[in-house]
């Protein structure tokens, strides 16, 4: 008689314990790639960190800059000209360490060439030129304005080379600028906005940056008048008389032409020059407004005026207009006041008569350059005093006095 089992028999419990072995070993295999994909997944991370590490305190490389043992050498430079001003660049070198460094410079060229590979400047200097720097000093190695005037040079690109080494590494920058005549059309206002009812009147100015006369005469004229939802509100078409601007200079057409808007807004006046063989096309815009400013709180003047300067050295002085607020300001100024004083006399004083200003939201905008005046110098040492005003009205005005000690 067959001996029963209560529970299983050898054989359910071998295919039992098989089944179960086999389930330890699918789970230990599942620990064992989960294990090694986590210190995968770790290395990968620790590789990213420490690449994003070396990559962050590496300063990037191009063409016009490279960073060798602690020096970063740069090519610095506009890179569009237009006729007749010089190409000019300068290959400046910095000591980026906290101590002081001996640099070596040998084998120094420099190489211009126009687009279709000719060279027009070569500058060679193979001797070897020793320096020390200190901590974190710099020095221009190279300053093409010194060495020769590229003015005038034919439309085009043209290809800048520097090669040199320091201390006996090759250095090589590079770069390309662009050469440019320019003759263009602008529209021309008085103002840079007007009141609604305000007659607008729109004339031309001839920009000719060029080595010929800019002749337009007898162009048809064609201007559209654009509000902000691009449609044309007005239009003019008109036939130019003698129009033109010999090389290097800006010409004011008379139009004669004027028009009213009688709503408020920002409008593109659109204007199109038609001739034999050219066209020119060029926008600007213009503010219409119910009002001009009455509230002159949270406007300032800002000054960039040395403290300090030295006997004979010439001074450039700017001053600013800033708008504190977040809101457009329609200035009309009486005009500004610029004095430099000695002991209550003045040295140098200008003046300007009355102008209309938009400032933007927060907006800090160029009202005076000293240097478009005059070449400032001091020869007497001692305190001066530089004073700057704007005024809105008979009683509302801003100013900013800086003191400058010569020495």
Request: hydrophobic share 35%; with cysteine; aromatic share 14%.
């Amino acid at each position: 008689m067959n001996q029963g089992y209560r529970t299983r028999s050898p054989e359910e419990w071998r295919k039992h314990d098989e089944e179960k072995w086999k389930e330890y070993e699918q789970l230990r295999g599942y620990r064992r790639r989960s294990i090694r994909l986590t210190i995968f997944n770790l290395i990968i991370a620790a590789m990213i960190i420490v690449g994003f590490m070396l990559a962050r305190n590496k300063p990037v490389e191009s063409g016009v800059y490279r960073f060798v043992d602690g020096f970063s050498i740069s090519l610095l430079g506009s890179e569009v000209f237009e006729y007749p001003d010089p190409v000019d660049f300068t290959v400046k070198l910095v000591n980026t360490r906290n101590k002081s460094a001996e640099i070596s410079i040998s084998s120094f060229r420099v190489q211009i060439q126009d687009e279709s590979g000719n060279v027009v400047y070569t500058f060679d200097y193979p001797s070897n030129v020793l320096k020390e720097l200190p901590a974190y000093g710099s020095v221009i190695v190279f300053d093409l304005s010194h060495e020769v005037d590229l003015s005038a040079l034919s439309s085009g690109d043209y290809a800048i080379r520097v090669t040199f080494n320091l201390n006996g590494k090759p250095i090589i920058l590079s770069k390309n600028v662009e050469y440019k005549y320019l003759t263009e059309v602008l529209p021309a206002f008085q103002h840079p906005f007007y009141l609604v009812g305000e007659s607008v009147l729109i004339d031309l100015l001839l920009r000719n940056r060029s080595p010929k006369t800019f002749d337009v005469s007898g162009s048809l004229v064609t201007i559209d008048v654009i509000d902000e939802d691009g449609d044309v509100v007005r239009s003019l078409r008109f036939q130019l008389g003698n129009a033109s601007a010999l090389p290097t200079t800006e010409e004011i057409y008379e139009t004669g032409k004027s028009l009213v808007l009688d709503k408020p807004g920002l409008y593109t006046f659109k204007v199109q020059i038609q001739g034999e063989n050219y066209f020119f096309e060029r926008r600007r815009s213009v503010f219409i407004v119910e009002k001009s400013e009455e509230d002159f709180s949270g406007l300032s003047v800002f000054a960039e005026v040395p403290r300090v300067a030295s006997t004979g050295e010439a001074i450039p002085m700017k001053f600013y207009l800033t708008n504190e607020k977040e809101r457009r300001r329609f200035l009309e100024c009486q005009g500004f006041h610029f004095t430099v004083n000695q002991g209550g006399v003045p040295i140098f004083e200008y003046k300007r008569n009355t102008f209309r200003l938009v400032l933007l939201e927060y907006e800090k905008r160029m009202i005076f350059d000293s240097e478009d005046w005059r070449e400032m110098k001091f020869f007497q040492p001692g305190s001066y005093s530089v004073e700057f005003t704007v005024n809105f009205s008979n009683t509302e005005k801003v100013s900013k006095i800086v003191q400058l000690e010569i020495r």
